[in-house]
C-alpha cells in the first residue's frame, strides 16, 4: 500500500468484508486484507503477526468484529495459529 488509508476507506472495507462477520465472531479481532481476504482470531497479537506474514504490512485493516475501535494494539509475543483462521468472505 503506497499511501495512507482514510478511516472512511478502511470502514469501507469492513462493511464490505467484515461485516457479515458479526453474527458468528462478534468480539474477535478481523484482519482484512485490501483485496478481501480476512483472518480471524481471538488474539489481537496473533490475528497481526499473521496478517503481516500473509499480507504484508499496510496492506491490510484491522477491526475487532462488531466494534469500531480495537481494545489495544501489544508489541512482541509468540503465537499459536490454532485459533486463527483465513478465509475470503464475500
Known sequence: MSEAMTVKEADAIYERHGKNLEKDHLGEYAAISLD??????KNDIEVVDQ????FGRGNFVLYRVGYKYVDKIRQGTCWSAANIHISKFE
Do not use: K, L, P, S
Request: glycine share 20%; charged share 20%; proline share 0%.
Open 36 to 41: 478481501g481476504w480476512v483472518i480471524v482470531g
Open 51 to 54: 496478517a503481516i506474514e500473509e
